[in-house]
């Protein structure tokens, strides 16, 4: 009789145990929520409105511009961001070709895109326009969920090499040696 209690209790606690092991670590969070957050970044930028700029970033955000400028809490950045966009970035577009989300917790993501942009950059001091081509930047954005809205707390703009990337030994066949 005794082995007939042992398994009237160990069934339960082994299915319920196999139960919570199936669960998921965390749940993905909203994508088109991630999306929406991050093409708001993309829309203020090109109507060149730094109102609706204020309400992409969380009061403590940070963005690191593609020259390596920090910018940190929302009100330095859009005061930054307003600066350029008076006269250097003024009549520049700019697209995300592709959005990757990455999850970290049901309240923070990463979300990585592809930026082109239509080449309308003015540089400062008289230096002329530069073209941009399309395709040569990534922005990364840390998105966090507060109050129910995504907003991003951290953005970072890189310039993508194209020489460097012919040595990338992921995308390509290169194997580390140094061509002469």
Known sequence: MRPV???IFLVPVVLLFAAVV???AAQTPDGSGIRTAV???QE???HHDMKAMTN???EDAELINVVGTRWQGRANIVKALGVFHREMFKNEQ???DEITIRSITPDVAIAV???SGSGE???PEGHGRKETPAGTQLDTFVVVKREGVWKVAHGQNTSVNPDAQKFDPIKTDWNGEIPK
């Open 5 to 7: 209690k042992y398994l």
């Open 22 to 24: 199936s669960l998921p």
């Open 39 to 41: 093409i708001a970044f």
């Open 44 to 46: 203020a930028w090109n």
């Open 56 to 58: 992409v970033f969380t």
């Open 94 to 96: 700019i697209h995300f």
């Open 113 to 115: 895109a592809v930026q």
């Open 121 to 123: 950059m003015v540089l």
